[in-house]
C-alpha cells in the first residue's frame, strides 16, 4: 500500500475514532454570552447604516452586529483572516447568514468602530442591510458542477462590482434580493427573488444510443422528462426525443449523462423578475420571465449587467417606498413594466407549460 | 505552491470591489495542487464557455449513502489534481453561529485532506468543503465526526434541515427556529444518511413570515412561526416614529393588506381580528409593535425549485399548530406527511407534484388534518367533484 500523505489517519484509526448519525452539534454551544443570555428575549432593533445594526433585549443588554460579504466560496485563508478578527474584537465567535453574508457580533459598542476599521482596512466590503442589496444567492457553476450552462460565480462578481454600492451605502425603495443559477436546477431561489439570472439551453439534446444503453435505465429516462418527449426506441436499445416537445430542461441528461445537452455556442442566460419569499403586503410570488435569452459572454458577461441595470434603475425610480420588484410591476402592469423597460415582448414570455391558465389576459382592461 | 496556469479571463474578475471567487481560489492554490488545477480547469470553462465535470459517481463513507457528492474532472490528464474533485457537506450547526476555535479546526482539517477551498454555506445550508479524492473520505469522516460533526443529506434523501436565526436574535421570531431545527436534524439522521425516499425531502424553518430561509419557497415541508394574539401597541413609540418622519398613514396604514389598521395622527390602532400576520407593519415599526398571546407554527408543503413539472410555492395545510419542545407531534405530523408521499410517489416525484396528481383530499386524510378555508385563496370555480363513500354516511 502507497504511504499515506502526513499526517492522515490511518485506516485502523479512522476505523477507531468514526461516529455515525450523531448529528450536528447542538447550536448552544456557539452562540455569544449576550446572545446565550437574551436568547427568545431581544425587545427590538435598530440599523445604524449600511452594515450595522443593534439588538436590544428586554434585559437591557445590547448586541451590535456588523455585516459583510463574502463570495461564498472562500479559501480557509480567507476564513483564518476572518476568525483572527472575531477573536480580536467579538470574543471568538462569528456567525454566517442565509445569504452568506458574516456577522461580527460585539456587545461592546466601543468596539464597533476598531472592528469595521479593521475590517475595512483588510478589504472586507461591509453592508447589505436594510432595503439594498444583499449578498447574491447563487449555485456552483463552472467551478464545481456537470450540468451548469453558465458560471454562477463569475455574474455575481460582474453583477456585484457593478452593484456595489447598493450593497455598502445607496438605499432603494425596497430591498432587491438578486440570485444566479447556472442551470434550471436552480439550486438557489432565483424562482423567487426579485431580480434574478437562470442559465438556459435551447437546443434539443443529442443522444450517444450506445452509451445510453449500457449506462442508463430507460424508464427512468423516459419519465424524468416533464413535457413527455422522451419515448423508448427499442431498436437502439435506448430513447427518442420527439424535438417539438422537447422544452430543453435537462433533467433527461441528468439522470441519463449520454443525453447531451450541452451546445456552448447557443447556450446562455435568462433574467426573470419580481419573485419574493415573505409574505408582508403581498404574498410570495414567483420571479416571471423578463429577457428569455442573453449569450454568455465571460468573463464579465456585459450584455446581462446592462440589462439588469436598466431593470434596477426603472424599478428605483418607479417604486414607490417599501415597494418590492414584483409589486411594483403588479401595480403598474406587465404591459407597463415591459414599455418602461423597453424590453421586447416575445413568444418565449407567453406560458404555454404549467401556468397558461393563470396567466392569459381574460379582462378587456389593460395599459395601452 | 508556484503559478502553474495563466489565466487572463479570470484575472479580469479579480478586478472590481466586489470580493473575488477567483481570488480565493488562487489563495487555496498557494498550498493545494488540486486548487491550482481547478483554477486552470475554470479558466478553460472561461475560454470554452462550458463546464468540464463529469456527472458524481458513487462514493460515500462507510454505512453512509449520502453526504459526499462525487465529482469528477472530464479532463483527468490534462488536470491531474482535480480528477477527483468531491465535495463533502457537513452539516451546520442550526443558525450558523461558530466559535472561532471550532471552525479553525474545522478548515485545519480540510487543509489537510483537501483543497482548502469552501461554500460557507452551500445553498440547502450545509457547510461545504469543495474537491478531496475517494481515499481521503473514511480519514475526513473519522476526523469530524471524533470531535463532534457529522455529514448533512444527499441524494433521495431527507436533505439538512436549515433555519433563519429565530429567536437568537430576532424580536419577530414567534418560535425557536434554531431548536426546532436542531430537534427535527437529530430525529431524521436516519434518513438524511440512508436514502430510501422516492426523491429529495426538505424542512426550512423560519421564525416569522418574513421567511429569511426561503422556506415557502425552498423546503418540500415549511415550518414558519406565527401567533394567535393582538398586536400589542406603544403608542409613544408610535409617535417616535411619526416624530422622525415616518408617514404612517403611507407606509403602515395604507400598505396595510386587510385594511385592519388605522391613524387619526396621534394613535394608531389595529382590528386585530382582521389582520392576516403579514408582518409589514411589524417590520417597519418594530419598536411600537408587538405580537403577544399564543405562539405556533403554520405548516405549509409543497415548495421546490422547477424540475420536474414546474416550481411550486408551499401551501398551508395545517393552519396553526401549538409546538413545544421536544415537538413530538410536529415530528409524527412530518412523519405522516413523508409517509404518505413515500407511499405513493413515482422516483423523483416531490410531495408537491404528488398532491397536484392524486389531489388534497387523499393527503389530508392521511394526515389526519381536515379541510380548511386557510389552505385555499379560493374555493373550486368548476363544478366537477369527487364524492366518496364516507360523504353519504354523513
Redesign the interface.
Known amino acids: 500500500m502507497a504511504d499515506l500523505p502526513k499526517g492522515w489517519l490511518t485506516a485502523e484509526e479512522s476505523k477507531e475514532k468514526r461516529q455515525t448519525d450523531i448529528g450536528p452539534p447542538h447550536f448552544e454551544q456557539f452562540l455569544p454570552p449576550v446572545i446565550k443570555k437574551n436568547y427568545g428575549d431581544w425587545k427590538h432593533h435598530e440599523r445604524l447604516d449600511a452594515g450595522t445594526m443593534v439588538h436590544e433585549a428586554n434585559s437591557g443588554d445590547k448586541v451590535f452586529t456588523v455585516r459583510v460579504a463574502s463570495p461564498r466560496i472562500l479559501s480557509t485563508i480567507t476564513i483564518y483572516e476572518m476568525l483572527d478578527i472575531a477573536d480580536k474584537y467579538c470574543d471568538g465567535y462569528i456567525r454566517f447568514t442565509t445569504r452568506n453574508n458574516v456577522e461580527f457580533m460585539t456587545p461592546d459598542e466601543g468596539k464597533v468602530k476598531p472592528l469595521k476599521k479593521e475590517l475595512k482596512d483588510k478589504g472586507f466590503t461591509i453592508g447589505g442591510i436594510g432595503p439594498r442589496i444583499s449578498n447574491v444567492v447563487h449555485t456552483q457553476g463552472w467551478v464545481h458542477c456537470h450540468g451548469a450552462c453558465t458560471d454562477a460565480s463569475g455574474l455575481v462578481k460582474a453583477m456585484m462590482d457593478e452593484f456595489y454600492e447598493y450593497f455598502t451605502e445607496k438605499e432603494l425603495p425596497a430591498k432587491v434580493r438578486l440570485a444566479v443559477a447556472c442551470c434550471v436546477n436552480m439550486c438557489g431561489a432565483v424562482h423567487c427573488s426579485d431580480l434574478a439570472v437562470v442559465a438556459v439551453h435551447r437546443k434539443v439534446p443529442s443522444i450517444n444510443h450506445e452509451a445510453v444503453k449500457n449506462i442508463c435505465e430507460i424508464p427512468t429516462t423516459i419519465g424524468s422528462c416533464p413535457t413527455r418527449a422522451i419515448s423508448p426506441d427499442p431498436a437502439k436499445k435506448s430513447v427518442k426525443i420527439k424535438d417539438e416537445k422537447c422544452m430543453y430542461c435537462g433533467n433527461c441528461f441528468t439522470v441519463c449523462p449520454p443525453i447531451d445537452i450541452h451546445r456552448p455556442d447557443e447556450d446562455g442566460v435568462a433574467i426573470v423578475v419580481g419573485g419574493k419569499i415573505g409574505s408582508a403586503r403581498t404574498g410570495p410570488k414567483f420571479s416571471k420571465l423578463a429577457i428569455p435569452f442573453i449569450y454568455n459572454n465571460p468573463p464579465r458577461w456585459p450584455e446581462v449587467i446592462e440589462a439588469l441595470k436598466n431593470i434596477l434603475d426603472t424599478y428605483a425610480k418607479g417604486a414607490r417606498k417599501h415597494e418590492r420588484m414584483g409589486e411594483w410591476i403588479e401595480r403598474i402592469g406587465w404591459e407597463r413594466f415591459f414599455s418602461l423597460t423597453g424590453i421586447e415582448f416575445t413568444y418565449q414570455h407567453i406560458d404555454d407549460f404549467t401556468f397558461m391558465r393563470d396567466t392569459l389576459r381574460t379582462s378587456a382592461a389593460f395599459k395601452m | 505552491m508556484g503559478k502553474k496556469y495563466d489565466t487572463p ?2 484575472d ?2 479579480e ?11 488562487k ?2 492554490a ?1 498550498h493545494s495542487n488540486m ?1 491550482n488545477d ?1 483554477l486552470g480547469l ?1 479558466e478553460k ?2 475560454r ?9 459517481g458513487i462514493v460515500g ?4 449513502g449520502g453526504g459526499v457528492i462525487g ?1 469528477y474532472s472530464a479532463l483527468p490528464d490534462e488536470f491531474p489534481g482535480v480528477a477527483h ?1 468531491h ?1 463533502v457537506r457537513i ?14 479546526e474545522i ?2 482539517i ?4 483537501g483543497s ?6 452551500g ?3 450545509d457547510l461545504v468543503l ?2 478531496t479524492t475517494t481515499e ?1 473520505l ?2 475526513i ?3 469530524y ?2 470531535r ?3 455529514l448533512g443529506g444527499s441524494g433521495s434523501a431527507m436533505r439538512t434541515p ?1 433555519c ?2 429565530g ?5 419577530w ?1 414567534n418560535i ?1 427556529a ?1 431548536g426546532i431545527c ?1 430537534e427535527m ?2 430525529r431524521f ?2 434518513e438524511m ?1 440512508r436514502p430510501a425516499y422516492p426523491y429529495k425531502f426538505k424542512i426550512k424553518v423560519a421564525g416569522c ?6 422556506a ?3 423546503s418540500d415541508c415549511s415550518i414558519i412561526g406565527t401567533w394567535k394574539g393582538d398586536i400589542a401597541i406603544d403608542q409613544a413609540a408610535v409617535k417616535d416614529y411619526a416624530g422622525k418622519g415616518m408617514d404612517i398613514n ?2 403602515i396604514v395604507e ?3 386587510t385594511s385592519c389598521m388605522s391613524y387619526d395622527g396621534k394613535e394608531l390602532s389595529i382590528d386585530n381580528g382582521e389582520c392576516s ?4 407593519c411589524i ?2 415599526m ?2 411600537a409593535l408587538k405580537t403577544t398571546g399564543e405562539k405556533g407554527i403554520t405548516i405549509l408543503i409543497g415548495s421546490k ?7 411550486l ?1 408551499s401551501w398551508v395545510v395545517v393552519p396553526f399548530m401549538k409546538i413545544e419542545p421536544p415537538y413530538d407531534d410536529l415530528y409524527e405530523m412530518i412523519s405522516k406527511i413523508i409517509e404518505w408521499w413515500d407511499d405513493n410517489a ?3 416525484e416531490r410531495i408537491g407534484e404528488l398532491i397536484e396528481v392524486k389531489g388534497m383530499r387523499p393527503f389530508l386524510e392521511a394526515i389526519g388534518v381536515p379541510p380548511s378555508p386557510a389552505q385555499v385563496f379560493e374555493p373550486r370555480k368548476d363544478p366537477f367533484f369527487f364524492w366518496s363513500d364516507d360523504d353519504f354516511k354523513k
Open positions: 479571463l479570470l479580469e474578475l478586478k472590481g470591489p466586489w470580493p473575488s471567487f477567483v481570488t480565493e481560489i489563495k487555496s498557494t486548487a481547478e475554470v470553462s472561461y470554452d464557455k462550458r463546464g468540464y465535470w463529469k456527472h458524481g463513507v462507510l454505512g453512509y465529482r474533485f465535495t452539516n451546520q450547526p442550526s443558525g450558523f453561529f461558530y466559535t472561532t476555535k471550532a471552525l479553525r478548515c485545519n480540510w487543509d489537510k485532506y482548502g477551498l469552501t461554500n460557507v454555506h445553498s440547502t445550508g469543495l474537491g481521503a473514511e480519514p469522516f473519522a476526523e465526526s471524533s463532534g460533526w457529522d436549515s433563519c436565526i429567536a437568537a436574535r430576532c424580536e421570531s425557536d434554531m436542531n436534524t437529530q439522521q436516519d444518511h413570515a418574513c421567511d429569511c430561509v426561503a415557502i419557497a425552498r403611507a407606509e400598505m396595510c393588506p400576520r403579514c408582518m409589514h417590520t417597519k418594530t419598536k425549485a422547477p424540475i420536474v413539472v414546474g416550481s410555492l413515482k422516483p423523483r
